[in-house]
């Protein structure tokens, strides 16, 4: 349902009035056929929702798949085929081209780094850095690159961050006052707490009633000092400037979930095309 309405809106947004363009220069009788056509190595994801893109256009075009989400695909390859009346396939086009190529930009970059956690036992997540009304497609990507979810959103976990702890006037305080609101709205929701150094985190175990610690910033050598200082009835998360160059030393700290916002920030879309055949 959620995917229905974004696609949709997303119409809705580039339709407008009618397009135009196809409108004008093709007859509506005219009937053709494209391709997805990859043009770059990677891992191609969104092809249900470009599926949902062309029925909610046209629900008399045809689809064949050829290539499904989560398949590795290089330069030449076709993912689907479409056929039916050209003036739907065009009006299409770019929605379809945008999502799957960002949903696969971020499947790929998910993959990429999944392999360098290899024989580790570290689990890579995503954030909440994801674009304004895509974040389901988002994290949809990175579980098909075989990353994890973090939460949804602000409602599936009390994450209490820096400015948080700063607000509520310390630790002890934050910690306290977040499992006496979860005790008073009958609410079950995790508590994960953000530390900055190894102080802020003897001052969380003092405390307690959290379920995982996240360590922001923390360089390798601190971060293995941290992990030997958690008890292990707590789930570990290391976030802040990790990248592919460094997530593998990261990993082998021993930390069990490494948070990686660029995975849907700054990611680099796969170069897609949809051609009409003939």
Known sequence: MQLKEFIKKALKEDIGDGDHTSIACIPSSVKSSAQLLVKENGIIAGVNAAIEVFQQVDETLKIKVLLADGTSVKKGDIVFTVSGKAQSILTAERLVLNIMQ??????????????????????????????????????????????????????????????????AGGIKEAIRSANDYLVKHKKKLKIE????????????????????????????????????LIPKKYETEASGGITEKNIRSYALTGVQYISCGTLTHSVKSLDLSLKATK
């Open 102 to 167: 960002r949903m696969s930009g971020i499947a790929t970059a998910t993959t990429k780094m999944n392999t360098l956690l290899i024989n580790t036992s570290c689990k890579i997540l995503d954030t909440r850095k994801t674009t304004p009304n895509m974040r389901m497609l988002e994290k949809e990507a990175v579980r098909i690159g075989k990353g994890h979810n973090h939460r949804k959103g602000l409602y599936d976990m009390i994450l209490i961050k820096d400015n948080h702890i700063d607000f």
């Open 193 to 228: 707490i953000e530390v900055r150094n190894l102080l802020e985190i003897n001052e969380v175990l003092k405390v307690g009633m959290v379920n995982r610690i996240m360590l922001d910033n923390f360089n390798t050598n601190d971060l293995k000092k941290a992990i030997k």
